[in-house]
């Protein structure tokens, strides 16, 4: 069974510092693993996908890299401003569109 | 384009009541799912279906049924609330294919008592 972990589950920076945000899972026979955000009372949104064929993503300040064999992905934020403050998640895909998601890493940036 | 809407956005029940939670989707996605996202477990998934007329178990389905008649719709039922149901409950589109985004609706608080 797949098991996908995200450490901290908070997390607190200055405005202007770039943020790293931890996930790592199980099982590596993924198709994809996929960023959230996720805002108070909200729903998800995407923020990137990457391919198990892939290392890395990038959209703006947002780099995502995967690393299969070691059952690791980083996404990185780049110069982090106060909007950036959110919940981001990751999740990892299976056959049959099964996500299996992580706890989440509640971020904070101090103006 | 309102993408992936779901109702109620709240909803109060009583234990033993039953009811349905809608979604719809305009994008013409063949994958709908429903998750749900409870503190400190994360959102766990309850059904999906990968097309109309298909549908399977995801590794939280006691106590919910699902229909897909349509590739728009795809309502989650509660047979009998109970208050380990209380939850905030979200849907979730995407094309098929293994590399598609999912889109999430913005959820239906749902609280049993």
């Known amino acids: 069974k797949q098991e996908v972990t995200q450490i901290p589950a908070a997390l607190s920076v200055p405005e202007g510092e770039n943020l790293v945000l931890n996930c790592s899972f199980t099982d590596s026979a993924i198709y994809n693993l996929q960023w959230f955000r996720q805002d108070p009372g909200k729903g998800l949104t995407s923020l990137l996908l990457?391919?198990?064929?892939?290392r890395e993503q990038t959209s703006g300040r947002l780099n995502a890299s995967l690393d299969k064999s070691s059952g690791r992905s980083t996404l990185y934020i780049a110069a982090s401003q106060p909007g950036d403050s959110a919940t981001y998640l990751c999740a990892a895909k299976a056959a049959g569109n099964k996500l299996t998601f992580g706890g989440g890493t509640r971020v904070l940036v101090k103006p | 384009n309102a993408g992936v809407t779901q109702t109620p956005k709240f909803q109060v029940l009583k234990t033993g009541q039953s009811m349905t939670l809608q979604c719809a989707q305009d994008m013409n996605h063949e994958y709908m799912s429903w998750y749900r996202q409870d503190p400190g477990m994360g959102l766990r998934l309850i059904h999906y279906?990968?097309?109309?007329?298909?549908?399977d178990q995801g590794e939280v389905p006691n106590g919910y049924n699902v229909s897909r008649s349509t590739t728009e719709d795809f309502p989650l039922r509660l047979l009998s609330a109970a208050p380990s149901q209380t939850s905030v409950y979200f849907c979730a589109s995407s094309y098929g294919g293994e590399n598609q985004p999912q889109h999430f609706g913005d959820g239906t608080r749902l609280s049993i008592l």
């Open positions: 990457i391919q198990s064929s892939q």
């Open positions: 279906s990968v097309g109309a007329g298909i549908t």
